[in-house]
């Protein structure tokens, strides 16, 4: 395709997909306004973790079809994917996707397509993009061509979805969608379903607010679980035998850049009717306080004075270096606030983002009174006890996430004790 891009956001989304379209003979101008990710990327090295983004990345600036900076270039398409967060209000920050849509106003021009890839609460096109764009004096729809297609991809397999999953375009009008379809046939391999822009974006929204209702469920049934002797894991596969029922699992809360923040548009577009929806993102909005408190009365039931806690996982889900909304950063926040001693320790964060962060799993479990698994990464669930059992002044766990063999931590000489399960037993029980 001759046409050229310019993908404004080159985070978890913006990045992979500016490599996919460089990689299939697209040029392709990236642009971010971190300074340093910008200077990363062009010199081939990563600032996010993607399975397979580092060998990709590599051709694509080696081709010469993709470069990167701080500012825009023309070209013939725009696609802007920047974050779209949560206030501390649960109201919609739409600060950036419209800081990203003025950015490039000077560099539109007639017969030009935007396409808005950030997840943003319905009528954000028509009602924030659009008011911007009309600002380059081309008629919208004829001159200039508008269209939404929502990401829809799961960290840590963003490569393999972005082909093979099925994709929603929502234009303005007809041309705009056409024109957008042709854009992702370049690698989409799954079907393409046309829609218009305001639900394309409901679509998304809705997408993500199903699953934060399941899992808020599961969170319930947990907790349940525990008040009358149940295991609501082995409850819960068991019911999804039934060919009907899909059940989540439950888990110390819900992080990431969509279930944890998406469902909050709905509230707050429609307060008076998004009852279940309100009550589901505050059951999962519950879950850090539940899990730092489960902490607490475990230790306090053992008598342990001053304990010391060490957090195992931080990023929202496994195997990936994705912090944002992260339950785990909440956990720990309340247990600190319990004035424990406290380490944390994640092996796909390279970076330490608070004091109480190591780089080293001996460091952090040295003298713990409890390990806490927040996240199911693979690096915890093929981790040894043997190997770090003797470094703990008590041997406790707590597994969150229903992640690790308890036989074998038993064996190891440990008290398992796991979210949403009653059962928590010793090897002597």
């Given at each position: 395709?001759?046409k050229?891009?310019?993908?404004?956001?080159l985070?978890?989304?913006?990045?992979?997909?500016?490599?996919?379209?460089?990689n299939?003979?697209?040029?392709v101008?990236?642009?971010d306004?971190?300074e340093?990710?910008?200077?990363?990327?062009?010199?081939?090295?990563l600032?996010?973790?993607?399975?397979?983004l580092q060998?990709?990345?590599?051709?694509a600036?080696?081709s010469?079809?993709l470069t990167?900076?701080?500012?825009?270039?023309?070209a013939?398409?725009?696609?802007?994917?920047?974050p779209?967060?949560?206030?501390?209000?649960?109201?919609?920050n739409?600060?950036?996707?419209?800081?990203?849509?003025?950015?490039?106003?000077?560099?539109?021009?007639?017969?030009?397509?935007v396409?808005?890839?950030?997840t943003?609460?319905?009528?954000?096109?028509?009602?924030v993009?659009?008011?911007?764009?009309?600002?380059?004096?081309?008629?919208?729809g004829?001159?200039?061509?508008?269209?939404?297609s929502?990401?829809r991809?799961?960290?840590g397999?963003?490569?393999?979805?972005?082909?093979?999953?099925?994709?929603?375009v929502?234009?303005?009008n007809e041309?705009?969608?056409?024109?957008?379809v042709?854009?992702?046939?370049?690698?989409?391999?799954?079907?393409?379903?046309?829609t218009?822009?305001?639900t394309?974006?409901?679509?998304?929204?809705?997408?993500?607010?199903?699953?934060d209702?399941?899992?808020?469920?599961?969170n319930?049934?947990?907790k349940?679980?525990?008040?009358?002797?149940?295991?609501?894991?082995?409850a819960?596969?068991l019911?999804?035998y039934?060919?009907r029922v899909?059940i989540?699992?439950?888990g110390?809360?819900?992080?990431g850049?969509?279930?944890?923040?998406d469902?909050w548009?709905?509230?707050?577009l429609?307060p008076?009717?998004?009852?279940?929806?309100?009550l589901?993102?505050?059951t999962?909005?519950?879950?850090?306080?539940?899990?730092?408190n489960k902490?607490k009365?475990?230790?306090?039931?053992?008598?342990i004075?001053?304990?010391?806690?060490?957090?195992?996982?931080l990023?929202?889900?496994?195997?990936?270096?994705?912090m944002?909304?992260?339950?785990?950063?909440?956990v720990?926040e309340h247990i600190?606030?319990?004035?424990?001693?406290l380490?944390?320790f994640?092996?796909?964060?390279?970076e330490?983002?608070?004091e109480?962060?190591?780089?080293?799993?001996?460091?952090?479990v040295?003298?713990?009174d409890?390990l806490?698994?927040?996240?199911d990464?693979k690096?915890?669930?093929e981790?040894?006890?043997?190997?770090i059992?003797?470094?703990?002044r008590?041997?406790?766990?707590l597994?969150?996430?229903?992640?690790?063999?308890r036989?074998?931590?038993?064996?190891?000489?440990f008290?398992?004790y796991?979210?949403?399960?009653?059962?928590?037993?010793?090897?002597n029980?």
């Open positions: 395709m001759s050229k891009i310019c993908i404004v956001g985070g978890y989304i913006g990045l992979p997909t500016a490599v996919m379209f460089a299939h003979g697209v040029k101008h990236g642009v306004i971190n340093k990710a910008v200077e990363m990327i062009r010199n081939k090295q600032h996010i973790e993607e399975n397979g060998e990709r990345l590599t051709k600036i080696e010469g079809n990167v900076s701080t500012q825009p270039e023309k013939d398409v725009f696609i802007i994917a920047v779209s967060p949560i206030n501390p209000d649960k109201t919609a739409l600060d950036y996707v419209r800081s990203a849509t003025e950015a490039i106003v000077p560099f539109v021009e007639k017969g030009n397509l396409i808005l890839e950030s943003v609460p319905p009528r954000t096109v028509e009602d993009m659009m008011p911007v764009l009309e600002k380059t004096g081309l008629e919208m004829t001159d200039l061509f508008v269209s939404h929502p990401e991809v799961i960290p397999k963003v490569f393999e979805e972005l082909v093979k999953n099925d994709r929603i929502g234009g303005i041309e705009s969608s056409r024109m957008t042709e854009l992702y046939r370049t690698f989409v391999e799954g079907e393409i379903h046309v218009d822009a305001t394309a974006e409901m679509v998304k929204v809705i997408e993500n607010t199903y699953r209702v399941n899992i808020a469920f599961a319930e049934l947990a349940i679980s525990e008040k009358i002797g149940v295991n609501a894991w082995e819960i596969k019911a999804n039934h060919p899909n989540h699992f439950p110390p809360g819900v992080g850049h969509c279930i944890a923040v469902p548009f709905m509230v707050e429609q008076e009717l998004a009852k279940m929806i309100h589901a993102r505050t999962n909005d519950s879950m850090p306080a539940y899990t730092a902490v009365e475990i230790l306090e039931a053992k008598g004075q001053h304990p010391r806690v060490a957090a195992l996982g990023a929202f889900k496994a195997n990936i270096d994705d944002r909304e992260s339950p785990s950063i909440e720990v600190k606030s319990f004035n424990f001693d380490s944390a994640d092996p796909h964060i390279k330490n983002k608070f109480q962060q190591t780089q080293s799993l001996d460091e952090a040295n003298h713990a409890m806490v698994i927040l996240t990464h690096y915890f669930k981790l040894d006890p043997n190997s059992a003797d470094k703990l008590t041997k406790v766990v597994d969150t996430k229903n992640c690790i063999d036989e074998t931590w038993l064996k190891a000489g008290e398992v796991t979210l949403g399960d009653s059962k928590n037993v010793t090897l029980a």
